[in-house]
């Protein structure tokens, strides 16, 4: 039920991106334990035994994190990757460079179900192709990995998880440093990396629930990396007119700034916005809040083209989205005319989905929080959002 309700709305690309998910968990199982995200004692002793000795400029996990963040968007690369997200597995090949003025290039390719490429130039992003499993696209990247939403500040993490060297590892051939990342609270999940321990690139990571169950996998299984990309393995290859998007970026400094050290302006209800939170996870800054247009499902709108258009005019969706820098989570307001019951959460993966009800007067309206935070966390945000009440001047 919760899907439809996405399907009908204004918003329902950012939902499907996350809600139709990537990727499958029970194989996982039938795989030897380093596939599964565990580096045996055996093999740490051998690849310690193999390995040069640890470079003294990167002495410490924040600093591997550091050079990761660089690296995911300033390396030349090239290479296939699997991606999994509960109990879907998908298969890409991915090129990326940067060009001569600092702008990133990357086509994405993926190779399993319908043909698509996302090709992105800067900011702009343009996916060719049938539609099908949708692509998430992340703040500073096209690929919902740990590196694109870092950023260049991988020390505030300390504030919210422990950061350990974990040894060394070796995934798709490559020399690997292993990260572990743990949450200090119940409210968000935690992480185990392999980084190159070359370039610093991220060769695969898990994401893991307080069971440590794993529920959402990277790896490449190839990855090659070269002073320069050709241009054609930058170019689209499907014809037809794409659709575009933009990559949303955030200044790092500037959102530290207008967040306060502990504090967030969707607490305080200081958003200009009409939306605030009683509760959200210590961490968690604001990164936008954005009002769209609503608008109805399209076969309810034909058959009530005048009652649609007047609705039209005054019916709006607030959108306000967050990270700590590692997970992130989203939340969306638009009016309910249809009187529904809040609807069931449900857990895709790492992606947790809860639609709440909130009544104002004789208006409901849908609340529903979407992310890759544990379904409780998720549950006990949409519950606190409430309007925000502002004395008349």
């Given at each position: 039920?919760?899907?439809?309700i996405?399907?009908?709305?204004?918003?329902?690309?950012?939902?499907l991106?996350?809600?139709?998910?990537?990727?499958?968990?029970?194989?996982?199982?039938?795989?030897?334990?380093q596939?599964?995200?565990?580096?045996?004692e055996?093999?740490?002793?051998?690849a310690?035994?193999?390995?040069?000795?640890?470079?003294?400029?990167?002495?410490?996990?924040?600093a591997?994190?550091?050079?990761?963040?660089?690296?995911?968007?300033?390396?030349?690369?090239?290479?296939?990757?699997v991606?999994?997200n509960g109990?879907?597995?998908?298969?890409?090949?991915?090129?990326?460079?940067?060009?001569?003025?600092?702008?990133?290039?990357?086509?994405?390719?993926?190779?399993?179900?319908?043909?698509?490429?996302?090709i992105?130039?800067?900011?702009?992003?343009a996916?060719?192709?049938?539609?099908?499993?949708?692509?998430?696209?992340?703040?500073?990247?096209?690929?919902?990995?740990?590196?694109?939403s870092?950023?260049?500040?991988?020390?505030?993490?300390?504030?919210?998880?422990?950061?350990r060297?974990?040894?060394?590892d070796?995934?798709?051939?490559?020399?690997?440093?292993?990260?572990?990342?743990?949450?200090?609270?119940?409210?968000?999940?935690?992480?185990?990396?392999?980084?190159?321990?070359?370039?610093?690139?991220?060769?695969?990571?898990?994401?893991l629930d307080?069971?440590?169950?794993v529920?959402?996998?990277?790896?490449?299984?190839?990855?090659q990396?070269?002073?320069?990309?050709?241009?054609?393995?930058?170019?689209?290859k499907?014809?037809g007119?794409?659709?575009?998007?933009?990559?949303?970026?955030?200044?790092d400094?500037?959102?530290?700034?207008?967040?306060?050290?502990?504090?967030?302006?969707?607490?305080?209800?200081d958003?200009?916005?009409?939306?605030?939170?009683?509760?959200?996870?210590?961490?968690?800054?604001?990164?936008?809040y954005?009002?769209?247009?609503?608008?109805?499902?399209?076969?309810?709108?034909q058959?009530?083209?005048?009652?649609d258009?007047a609705?039209?005019?005054?019916?709006?969706v607030?959108?306000?989205?967050?990270?700590d820098?590692?997970?992130?989570?989203?939340?969306?307001?638009e009016?309910?005319n249809?009187?529904?019951?809040?609807?069931?959460?449900?857990?895709?993966?790492?992606?947790?989905?809860?639609s709440?009800?909130?009544?104002?007067?004789e208006?409901?309206?849908?609340?529903t929080?979407?992310?890759?935070i544990?379904?409780?966390?998720?549950?006990r945000i949409?519950?606190s959002v409430?309007?925000?009440?502002?004395?008349?001047?």
């Open positions: 039920m919760l899907v439809q996405l399907a009908k709305s204004r918003i329902k690309k950012p939902y991106q996350v809600l139709t998910g990537l990727f499958f968990f029970p194989l996982l199982q039938l795989l030897p334990a596939a599964r995200g565990e580096t045996s055996s093999y740490q002793a051998q310690a035994a193999e390995a040069p000795a640890a470079d003294p400029a990167v002495p410490d996990a924040k591997w994190l550091t050079q990761m963040a660089q690296a995911f968007h300033q390396r030349t690369y090239q290479g296939f990757f991606y999994q109990r879907s597995l998908e298969n890409f090949s991915l090129a990326h460079t940067t060009d001569k003025d600092g702008v990133e290039r990357s086509r994405l390719v993926t190779l399993d179900g319908p043909p698509r490429e996302v992105r130039q800067g900011d702009e992003v996916v060719y192709g049938q539609q099908g499993t949708a692509i998430r696209f992340g703040r500073k990247g096209e690929l919902p990995l740990v590196g694109s870092l950023g260049n500040r991988p020390e505030r993490l300390e504030k919210w998880y422990d950061l060297l974990a040894g060394l070796r995934v798709a051939g490559r020399l690997a440093v292993v990260i572990d990342i743990q949450p200090h609270d119940r409210f968000r999940y935690g992480y185990r990396l392999w980084l190159d321990r070359e370039t610093a690139l991220l060769l695969k990571s898990v994401l307080e069971n440590a169950r529920l959402e996998q990277f790896q490449f299984v190839m990855l990396t070269a002073d320069r990309m050709p241009e054609d393995a930058l170019s689209p499907l014809e007119e794409p659709r575009k998007y933009e990559v949303e970026r955030d200044d400094d500037k959102n530290d700034a207008a967040a306060g050290s502990d504090s967030d302006r969707a607490d305080s209800g958003n200009n916005g009409r939306w605030m939170m009683g509760w959200k996870p210590e961490g968690f800054r604001m990164l936008s954005t009002t769209r247009p609503a608008r109805k499902n399209p076969a309810e709108a058959a009530n083209p005048a009652e258009k609705e039209s005019d005054t019916a709006s607030d959108v306000m989205t967050f990270s820098g590692l997970a992130g989570f989203s939340v969306f307001v009016p309910e249809s009187w529904m019951l809040s609807q069931p959460s449900h857990q895709f993966g790492s992606t947790s989905a809860v709440k009800v909130y009544r104002r007067g208006q409901n309206y849908n609340i929080v979407v992310g890759e544990p379904i409780g966390a998720a549950e949409a519950v409430r309007p925000i009440i502002r004395a008349v001047k």
